[in-house]
């Protein structure tokens, strides 16, 4: 009957991971929104949601310090229902602002980094928390969904690179 158990068990644990998310609403600038759309579509992203959340994890575990506040802008804005995980919200609620300003802040900082720094290094939401990112020590390694999204951008960037004219 053990057997029986391990898919419940396994069940129980996607439905608490799926759980552990909640939505903000935040209202973003037309620019930010098209940078944001242009990123998952040059990254294999399904969305800008899945955007936003790699430029928190890379915010939160690459920077040093609590993210910012924005305010929203009056005009040109599209209003985004953005899904965080719970470390990550924890971690954004640790900044100046509320939770939709510091989601502006953010985006706006990782506009202004290296997109294959943002987008092409795969990070686990399990590895930020309320005070950024784990230290290497403490950081868990990547589930089976972070290790095959890694394996696929790996593959994506080594037939990219050998396409361009640096010989490399």
Request: glycine share 10%.
């Amino acid at each position: 009957s053990s057997r029986f158990a391990r898919p419940q068990q396994q069940q129980k644990h996607r439905a608490a991971m799926s759980e552990s998310k909640s939505n903000f609403t935040v209202a973003v600038g037309e620019e930010h929104v098209q940078w944001l759309r242009k990123k998952a579509q040059e990254f294999g992203l399904p969305d800008e949601g899945k955007a936003i959340r790699c430029c928190i994890n890379f915010a939160a575990q690459v920077g040093s310090s609590p993210p910012g506040e924005v305010a929203a802008a009056k005009e040109n804005v599209e209003t985004l229902v953005v899904a965080v995980a719970s470390g990550q919200e924890a971690w954004l609620r640790g900044g100046s602002g509320d939770v939709p300003s510091a989601i502006r802040a953010v985006i706006g900082s990782c506009m202004s980094q290296d997109a294959n720094n943002v987008f092409g290094v795969v990070r686990c939401k399990t590895n930020t928390t309320e005070t950024g990112g784990r230290t290497s020590e403490e950081a868990r390694p990547l589930c089976g969904a972070g290790m095959d999204a890694s394996a696929k951008l790996q593959a994506a960037q080594n037939q990219g690179h050998s396409e361009c004219a640096c010989g490399s």
